[in-house]
């Protein structure tokens, strides 16, 4: 089944670390980006960095930068994300996302075409 | 790029056609824009990206148009599983960034 699992959720303290991993199956990992995004409480979804195949090219969101590592292993399938300086503004849902790609007309277009079922995290003492 | 969706949330009855706007602060290029529908305590799904072609498997009722600034969602004959919340993305450049999503609710 192609699917993402992510794990490593739960309740931390404000300052505090934390790895977030997602285990992919199904696919062909190492062709892929692939992205996290999150989700605070009742709230909008916000993207959070993309990884590049080889892991040779990082994007982070501004909200994150300085704070996250993206890194993944594809001999393991997995994506991970390491976040420290936690606030309690970082409380949210955190997903993993397959990015995919398509060529038109000479330009190339990204989407998130897999999620998994996210992990929730929160920021509090 | 700031993205603004409206609105912010929308009633319909099934049958109905739904039209939902997302603009965007600047260009996004050529149409670097995707949508997404997300259902109460599910993860997104993809629905349409380059501002109008459908991902797989995704019904011809929902449809996308637009380019440069303005885009639109467009989803015919609604029907109760359309109930969701709508965001549009771009991915014309770093820092990728999502609207604040539209609301669709179904009388």
């Known amino acids: 089944e192609v699917q993402l699992v992510e794990s490593g959720g739960g309740l931390v303290q404000p300052g505090g670390s934390l790895r977030f991993s997602c285990a992919a199956s199904?696919?062909?990992?190492?062709?892929?980006?692939m992205s996290w995004v999150r989700q605070a409480p009742g709230k909008g979804l916000e993207w959070v960095a993309n990884?590049?195949?080889?892991?040779?090219?990082?994007y982070y969101g501004d909200s994150v930068k300085g704070r996250v590592t993206i890194y993944r292993d594809n001999a393991k399938n997995s994506l991970y994300l390491e976040m420290n300086s936690l606030r309690a503004e970082d409380t949210a849902v955190y997903y993993c996302?397959?990015?995919?790609?398509?060529?038109?007309?000479?330009?190339?277009?990204?989407?998130?075409?897999?999620w998994g079922r996210g992990t929730l995290v929160t920021v509090s003492s | 790029i700031v993205l603004a969706q409206s609105p912010g949330t929308l009633s319909l009855s099934p049958g109905e056609t739904s039209t939902l706007s997302c603009r965007a602060s600047?260009?996004?290029?050529?149409?670097?824009l995707a949508w997404y529908q997300q259902k109460p305590g599910q993860a997104p799904r993809l629905l349409i990206y380059a501002a109008s072609r459908r991902a797989t498997g995704i019904p011809d009722r929902f449809s996308g148009t637009g380019s440069g600034t303005d885009f639109t969602l467009t989803i015919s004959r609604l029907e109760p599983e359309d109930s969701a919340v709508y965001y549009c993305q771009h991915y014309a450049n770093s820092p990728w960034t999502f609207g604040q999503g539209t609301k669709v609710e179904i009388k």
């Open positions: 199904g696919f062909i990992f190492s062709s892929h980006w």
């Open positions: 990884i590049k195949q080889d892991g040779s090219e990082k």
């Open positions: 600047q260009s996004v290029g050529d149409n670097y």
């Open positions: 996302a397959r990015i995919g790609g398509v060529t038109i007309f000479g330009n190339s277009h990204w989407y998130l075409d897999l």
